[in-house]
T-cell receptor
Framework: GDSVTQMEGPVTLSEEAFLTINCTYT??????LFWYVQYPGEGLQLLLK?????DKGSNKGFEATYRKETTSFHLEKGSVQVSDSAVYFC?????????????FGTGTLLAVQP | SQTIHQWPATLVQPVGSPLSLECTVE??????LYWYRQAAGRGLQLLFY??????ISSEVPQNLSASRPQDRQFILSSKKLLLSDSGFYLC??????????????FGNGTRLTVT
């Protein structure tokens, strides 16, 4: 079945460092891919998405490119800030029907130190 | 604009007690509604989803049930809680209809601890 695999965390970086969080997926068909962010004690917020191969989603300095050939959707940011500390979830749109059911990875905790 | 409300924010319940978590959405009609659970150190597991009033689909057999008595109200219940029901419960909505591109919009979650 469809699945998402994320790199294990936690990822600890110094402020202004470069960030990469790896995400690979297995899916039948052509899913859309998403990155969500969860700040401490809160629900998830959509960070960015890409709906077809070679699309690049971007928001708040984060970006990810939908790579069909490597079935990947890695999240990157050139210079992280302390305020980026959160859990990041990769997700894909699941099986069909009348809903958009997302399949999530296990999440990657990012801790940015000043 | 659309908003989603989920309550309570935290809840501590003894084993064997009942549960009722409520979620409401404002600013949209006929949304798709979802209940997810996030167990400690694990990802999100879809528990239930609904495409309309009274229409509930269960993803995982378990000790929980869901109901949708009104278009924008989604309730998660249990008659007798188990220790394994502890976790962070998230309600979410997406736009009506079928679309792989529609993102989910999440509430702030309820942290349930069963003691």
């Amino acid at each position: 079945g469809d699945s998402v695999t994320q790199m294990e965390g936690p990822v600890t970086l110094s402020e202004e460092a470069f960030l990469t969080i790896n995400c690979t997926y297995t899916a039948t068909g052509y899913p859309s891919l998403f990155w969500y962010v969860q700040y401490p004690g809160e629900g998830l917020q959509l960070l960015l998405k890409a709906t077809k191969a070679d699309d690049k989603g971007s928001n708040k300095g984060f970006e990810a490119t939908y790579r069909k050939e490597t079935t990947s959707f890695h999240l990157e940011k050139g210079s992280v800030q302390v305020s980026d500390s959160a859990v990041y979830f990769c997700a894909l749109s699941g099986y069909g029907g009348a809903t958009n059911k997302l399949i999530f990875g296990t999440g990657t905790l990012l801790a940015v130190q000043p | 604009s659309q908003t989603i409300h989920q309550w309570p924010a935290t809840l501590v319940q003894p084993v064997g007690s009942p549960l009722s978590l409520e979620c409401t959405v404002e600013g949209t009609s006929n949304p798709n509604l979802y209940w997810y659970r996030q167990a400690a150190g694990r990802g999100l597991q879809l528990l239930f989803y609904s495409v309309g009033i009274g229409q509930i689909s269960s993803e995982v057999p378990q000790n929980l049930s869901a109901s949708r008595p009104q278009d924008r109200q989604f309730i998660l219940s249990s008659k007798k809680l188990l220790l394994s029901d502890s976790g962070f419960y998230l309600c979410a909505w997406s736009a009506a209809g079928f679309s792989y591109n529609s993102p989910l919009h999440f509430g702030n979650g309820t942290r349930l601890t069963v003691t």
